[in-house]
Nanobody
Framework: QVQLAESGGGLVQAGGSLRLSCAASGSPLMVKSINVMGWYRQAPGKQRELVASISSGGSTTYADSVKGRFTISRENAKNTVYLQMNSLKPEDTAVYFC??????????WGQGTLVTVSS
């Protein structure tokens, strides 16, 4: 089993920045087999959507709405993924969920961290 521990959410004014962190822990076999790590978000009344993802090799994917403002990075040695969020907008307000998929296509979700951007 693998657990994800998220941190870094909070309240920020529009134009501000936040950094989210997500650390994976648990079965060494499962942790070593982590492939893609990423961040999703879900705003009230909306579906969960991909924000950004990063593969074990460092390839990244971003939602169009966050390109140029958010940066995803990863420390494989610490099994940790980060999401640096700059120039935040009120529409970025959502619960942000950490996600990982391992080489056996097992998917794990974090419990979520709330990001609130005030105008």
């Amino acid at each position: 089993q693998v657990q994800l521990a998220e941190s870094g959410g909070g309240l920020v004014q529009a134009g501000g920045s936040l950094r989210l962190s997500c650390a994976a822990s648990g079965s060494p076999l499962m942790v070593k087999s982590i492939n893609v790590m990423g961040w999703y978000r879900q705003a009230p009344g909306k579906q969960r959507e991909l924000v950004a993802s990063i593969s074990s090799g460092g390839s990244t994917t971003y939602a169009d709405s966050v390109k140029g403002r958010f940066t995803i990075s990863r420390e494989n040695a610490k099994n940790t993924v980060y999401l640096q969020m700059n120039s935040l907008k009120p529409e970025d307000t959502a619960v942000y969920f950490c996600n990982l998929v391992n080489s056996r296509a097992v998917e794990v979700w974090g419990q979520g961290t709330l990001v609130t951007v005030s105008s």
